[in-house]
């Protein structure tokens, strides 16, 4: 990651002191016009950019800010959080922070526990977390508040914890309109299918357990209850996936909406469309990763159901920056992020959220 220079790198390239270019940099006391003639020059040079939220004290202290969530690959949901996440800290570089990832497997929770047991061992100042396992999370956040460190969640909330901060959708909501979504493009005598991912240590993600909720909600209450069926497919050992998703399929002719409780929903609908089968089933998944969208244009799924990952991921770390410089946030307790909804005809409108 390309860093800004900071005030220190600055006034050593000026030759004055970082006092003189935090002055300068924030219009206050008097300074020489050769020490600002001086500064400016470097600062054009190495194409500093003022940010208004940091001040002096960022001179004085560095800070230690440990991020844990799943593995980030480009194009994949937790890599948009992890690149709205560097751009954060490109933005606040001219704070001295050292960050640390503290990387998992989203489908085991055993590498959950190990990336969670690492982060109290390194007595951070700060944690960002990305949670998927309801009690893992409780537990880490039992040890950051005996400690007192404070925490902010991205993409999940867990309930019954001290967090500063929260950044995520409204995920029962997600699931509602899942089903409302996915109703309304299928025949009246349609059934429907929940595919969940199947996950090292028998765990369900937080997330996925509330989208569920919400589904099953939004049929529950027009009286359509009794017409979804579930089912799991895996990400971690696929060579089954396309003969036991064929036949769960073949065995429920009537299904018609396949809902994707995560942001896999390529994976289902690679296989229906490799066998033909797509064209007669709608299907509803969830983010704009790379290889969703490239289903997307070939029409195997039909919507995505988006929450901004990248903003979940910069404003976690501005959170976290100003709890540390100030005591305090600027951000409510709990920011519930847009709910977007990408299909074929206006997915070319968000374009920024994803590199295609």
Same mark, same amino acid.
């Given at each position: 990651?390309?860093?800004?220079?900071?005030?220190?790198?600055?006034?050593?390239?000026?030759?004055?002191?970082?006092?003189?270019?935090? +002055?300068?940099?924030?219009?206050?006391?008097?300074?020489?016009?050769?020490? +600002?003639?001086? =500064?400016?020059?470097?600062?054009?040079?190495?194409?500093?950019?003022?940010?208004?939220?940091?001040?002096?004290?960022?001179?004085?202290?560095?800070?230690?800010?440990?991020?844990?969530?799943?593995?980030?690959?480009?194009?994949?949901?937790?890599?948009?959080?992890?690149?709205?996440?560097?751009?954060?800290?490109?933005?606040?570089?001219?704070?001295?922070?050292?960050?640390?990832?503290?990387?998992?497997?989203?489908? #085991?929770?055993?590498?959950?526990?190990?990336?969670?047991?690492?982060?109290?061992?390194?007595?951070?100042?700060?944690?960002?977390?990305?949670?998927?396992?309801?009690?893992?999370?409780?537990?880490?956040? +039992?040890?950051?508040?005996?400690?007192?460190?404070?925490?902010?969640?991205?993409?999940?909330?867990?309930?019954?914890?001290?967090?500063?901060?929260?950044?995520?959708?409204?995920?029962?909501?997600?699931?509602?309109?899942?089903?409302?979504?996915?109703?309304?493009?299928?025949?009246?005598?349609?059934?429907?299918?929940?595919?969940?991912?199947? +996950?090292?240590?028998?765990?369900?993600?937080?997330?996925? =357990?509330?989208?569920?909720?919400?589904?099953?909600?939004?049929?529950?209450?027009?009286?359509?209850?009794?017409?979804?069926?579930?089912?799991?497919?895996?990400?971690? #050992?696929?060579?089954?996936?396309?003969?036991?998703?064929?036949?769960?399929?073949?065995?429920?002719?009537?299904?018609?909406?396949?809902?994707?409780?995560?942001?896999?929903?390529?994976?289902?609908?690679?296989?229906?469309?490799?066998?033909?089968?797509?064209?007669?089933?709608?299907?509803?998944?969830? #983010?704009?990763?790379?290889?969703?969208?490239?289903?997307?244009?070939?029409?195997?799924?039909?919507?995505?159901?988006?929450?901004?990952?990248?903003?979940?991921?910069?404003?976690?770390?501005?959170? =976290?920056?100003?709890?540390?410089?100030?005591?305090?946030?600027?951000?409510?307790?709990?920011?519930?992020?847009?709910?977007?909804?990408?299909?074929?005809?206006?997915?070319?409108?968000?374009?920024?959220?994803?590199?295609?």
């Amino acid at each position: 990651m390309a860093k800004q220079a900071k005030i220190k790198d600055i006034a050593k390239m000026a030759g004055v002191s970082a006092g003189t270019v935090d +002055r300068i940099l924030h219009n206050r006391g008097k300074v020489s016009q050769s020490s +600002r003639q001086a =500064v400016e020059k470097v600062l054009a040079e190495v194409g500093y950019r003022y940010n208004i939220h940091t001040s002096a004290v960022a001179l004085k202290k560095g800070y230690n800010i440990v991020i844990s969530m799943p593995t980030a690959s480009p194009g994949e949901y937790w890599g948009s959080i992890q690149e709205g996440i560097e751009h954060a800290l490109r933005e606040y570089s001219d704070i001295s922070i050292n960050c640390r990832y503290a990387f998992y497997n989203q489908f #085991d929770v055993y590498s959950c526990r190990t990336a969670f047991d690492s982060i109290t061992a390194d007595s951070p100042d700060a944690v960002i977390i990305g949670p998927t396992f309801t009690d893992e999370t409780i537990g880490l956040c +039992r040890r950051l508040e005996e400690r007192k460190i404070p925490f902010v969640f991205i993409d999940s909330a867990i309930e019954g914890t001290s967090t500063i901060a929260t950044f995520t959708t409204d995920q029962y909501a997600c699931g509602f309109l899942l089903g409302r979504l996915l109703h309304s493009i299928t025949p009246e005598d349609s059934e429907f299918a929940i595919f969940r991912n199947t +996950r090292v240590g028998n765990r369900s993600s937080n997330n996925s =357990v509330e989208r569920k909720k919400g589904f099953i909600g939004y049929f529950k209450s027009i009286g359509m209850k009794d017409r979804i069926y579930e089912t799991s497919f895996s990400v971690l #050992d696929p060579e089954d996936n396309a003969k036991n998703i064929l036949e769960f399929m073949k065995s429920h002719p009537s299904i018609k909406g396949v809902a994707a409780l995560n942001s896999r929903g390529y994976i289902i609908a690679d296989i229906l469309n490799d066998n033909e089968r797509s064209e007669h089933v709608r299907m509803v998944s969830f #983010d704009m990763t790379t290889n969703n969208v490239r289903c997307i244009r070939n029409g195997s799924i039909d919507a995505l159901l988006c929450q901004r990952p990248a903003l979940q991921g910069f404003l976690s770390v501005k959170t =976290v920056i100003r709890y540390l410089l100030y005591k305090k946030t600027d951000m409510p307790l709990h920011t519930l992020m847009p709910i977007d909804i990408i299909m074929k005809q206006n997915l070319d409108f968000y374009n920024e959220f994803i590199e295609l």
